[in-house]
Each structure stands twice: as C-alpha cells, then as structure tokens.
C-alpha cells in the first residue's frame, strides 16, 4: 500500500514565524503535490513537483514555498505565516506513469495561525 | 469550480448497499471519472476510476452510462467505516505529471445500523 505520511497532524504557530510542513512517500513515486483544504472551498493546489528539485505553481502559490530535494520528501514553507493561512494542508503523490487523478494522499496536518 | 453535481447527504444501512449517483453532464471526451472519500478528519482516499466503461475493484465498482453524462459509484456492502463524504471528480488526463484533483462538495454517505 502506499504510504504518504505527514510530520504533523496539529500544528499551532504564531503569526510571522517560519513554518515548514514535511511529507514523506514510501512508494517512490514521481509526483508529489500540496493542497489546502478550506470549509466551502474545497481542495486548492498549492504547488506540485514531477521530478526532484522541480516545482510548478498550483492555484494558490502566493505565500508558500516548497522544497523537494530527495524524491520521496516534499517540504511545504511558509515564510511568514499569517490568520488567513490557518488550514487544512494535504499532501498527495501519483506515479509518473499513472494517470494524473490517481492520487495518495496524506492524513493532513491541521494548522492553526494566531 | 467542480464540474460535477452530487446530493449533499445520503443515509444506508448497514449490510445493504449504498448507490452514490454523480450528474457530470459536461464532461469532455478525453476527461475521465474519478471517485475519492474522505473520512472525517483525513486525508482523501482514491477509490476507484474510469472512462466509458463500468469498473470494479476490490471496494466499489463504478457504473458510467452510455452518454457518460452522469455515473453511480455503488458501496456493495456498506459498513460503518464507510461513513465518509465520497467526492465524484471529472478530469482529463495530463499524462501524469501535473493532475490538479478539483474536489466539489460530495456526498456525505452516512451508513446506520
């Protein structure tokens, strides 16, 4: 089975620190992405990597950065954390070969700014 | 936006099964069917997908008719551990390497004894 595993599943920090979220997959998959999951809003893309130091801007890049220096770990940073980037954040992995809506997510990790 | 329509809520019983029906009258030729869920608290689960033809494994199988304007993924025997908000997502396939998964409101299945 796959395994996507998250660092945190509660998170609480404050406003303005440097925040870095860790995503690890076991199953050597190409792919890796980050999403934010909002009531009403659905899932968002943040950003997504196909290969190891590449990264492409999803839908809501603006305020996060991410890192992807060993295939199987996908770091999200967000460089200043602000009230409105208290969320649900989801990380995911697909093979490259696979189809592209097949995806393994993460249990989450629920972060909280104040 | 989602370019599916779901109920927002449905109850089963126990042991019976449960039929979760996906209006996605748009869908394009090249964009397949797709159905997660996601139980309260975690992160989504893939189930199960497919492109005209009716599809089957080991938790659900997935019946899309002939038009592929609308599919119902079907829960042959639902237990309470299915009780979960099932997502019917329609997406064309980017070869792999991009894949943003639009997730609409779902369906919140909610299985009773």
């Known amino acids: 089975d796959v395994k996507v595993t998250q660092s945190s599943r509660y998170l609480v920090k404050r406003t303005g620190e440097k925040v870095f979220l860790e995503c690890v997959q076991d199953m050597d998959h190409e792919n890796m992405f980050w999403y934010r999951q909002d009531p009403g809003l659905g899932l968002r893309l943040i950003y997504f990597s196909y290969d190891v130091k590449m990264k492409e801007k999803g839908d809501i890049p603006e305020g996060y950065s991410v890192s992807r220096e060993k295939k199987e770990r996908f770091s999200l940073i967000l460089e200043s954390a602000s009230t409105n980037q208290t969320s649900m954040y989801l990380c995911a992995s697909s093979l490259a070969g696979a189809l592209s809506g097949e995806q393994y997510f993460g249990p989450g990790t629920r972060l909280t700014v104040t | 936006d989602a370019k599916t329509t779901q109920p927002p809520s449905m109850d089963c019983a126990e042991g019976r099964a449960a039929n979760l029906p996906c209006n996605h009258s748009t869908i394009s030729g090249n964009e397949y069917v797709y159905w997660y869920r996601q139980i309260h608290s975690q992160g989504p689960q893939y189930i199960i997908h497919?492109?005209?033809n009716n599809e089957t494994n080991e938790m659900a199988s997935l019946i899309i008719t002939e038009d592929r304007k609308s599919s119902t993924l079907i829960l042959p025997h639902a237990t309470l551990r299915d009780t979960a908000v099932y997502y019917c997502i329609v997406t064309p396939d980017y070869g792999g390497s991009q894949g943003n998964l639009i997730f609409g409101k779902g369906t919140k299945l909610s299985v009773k004894p």
């Open positions: 497919g492109l005209k």
